[in-house]
T-cell receptor, first 113, second 117 residues
C-alpha cells in the first residue's frame, strides 16, 4: 500500500477566499471519507463516498462545503468563502468494502486569517 | 445520538510502566462497532483494533490489550511495559452497525499519552 495522499499539507488563506484540497486514496479502496479535526479534539465526520457516489453528509457540512469523487478514485473537498472557524486539519481516509479498517492520510492543515 | 468519552486528557508515565486508557461510550443501537486509533506526532491516524458489540472477548496483541464491557459501556485499552514510541494521542471511536460503513465514526477527544524515558 502506498498510503493515502493528501495535498497540500498546509494551506493559509484569507477569509472569504475559496480553497480546494485533494485526496488520493489507496488504489483498490472504493470507500473514501473526509473528516475535520481541530486542536484538542477528535476527528469529526464530514462526508463519505462509495466509489463516485456521495452517500452520506454530516450536518457539519454547510452549503459552503462541497466534495466530489468524479471517477471513483481521487476526491476533492472545496470550501467556498472561507471563515476563520474553518481553520482545522482536514483528514481523508479510505477503506476496502467489507472492512472496517480505515487508512488515514496526514491531512491538510487549513489556516484562515 | 452517539457519544464517546475519554475522560483522561493527558497521561504521563515512565517507560516500562503499564498504562490504561479509558473509553466510555453511549449509543442506542444494539449493533455497533468500537475502535481505537493512534495518532503519533506525524499526525496520521493508525488503526489499532475494531470490536463489534456482540463480541465481548478481550483481546491481546503483543503489549496491547483491550477490555470490552457492555455492562459498563466501556472499551479500555492497556499498554503493558510502555515504551517511548508509544507516545501519541489515542482515540476511541464508535460507529453504529446499520450503516454498512456509510456512517462516519464518532471519535472521543483523545488521550495524550506521554512515555518518559
Amino acid at each position: 500500500d502506498t498510503g493515502v495522499s493528501q495535498d497540500p499539507r498546509h494551506k493559509i488563506t484569507k477569509r472569504g477566499q475559496n480553497v480546494t484540497f485533494r485526496c488520493d486514496p489507496i488504489s483498490e479502496h472504493n470507500r473514501l471519507y473526509w473528516y475535520r479535526q481541530t486542536l484538542g479534539q477528535g476527528p469529526e465526520f464530514l462526508t463519505y463516498f462509495q466509489n463516485e457516489a456521495q452517500l452520506e453528509k454530516s450536518r457539519l457540512l454547510s452549503d459552503r462545503f462541497s466534495a466530489e469523487r468524479p471517477k471513483g478514485s481521487f476526491s476533492t473537498l472545496e470550501i467556498q468563502r472561507t471563515e476563520q472557524g474553518d481553520s482545522a486539519m482536514y483528514l481523508c481516509a479510505s477503506a476496502r468494502t467489507g472492512t472496517e479498517k480505515l487508512f488515514f492520510g496526514s491531512g491538510t492543515q487549513l489556516s484562515v486569517l | 445520538a452517539q457519544k464517546v468519552t475519554q475522560a483522561q486528557t493527558e497521561i504521563s508515565v515512565v517507560e516500562k510502566e503499564d498504562v490504561t486508557l479509558d473509553c466510555v461510550y453511549e449509543t442506542r443501537d444494539t449493533t455497533y462497532y468500537l475502535f481505537w486509533y493512534k495518532q503519533p506526532p506525524s499526525g496520521e491516524l493508525v488503526f489499532l483494533i475494531r470490536r463489534n458489540s456482540f463480541d465481548e472477548q478481550n483481546e491481546i496483541s503483543g503489549r496491547y490489550s483491550w477490555n470490552f464491557q457492555k455492562s459498563t459501556s466501556s472499551f479500555n485499552f492497556t499498554i503493558t511495559a510502555s515504551q517511548v514510541v508509544d507516545s501519541a494521542v489515542y482515540f476511541c471511536a464508535l460507529r453504529q452497525g446499520a450503516g454498512g460503513g456509510a456512517d462516519g465514526l464518532t471519535f472521543g477527544k483523545g488521550t495524550h499519552l506521554i512515555i518518559q524515558p
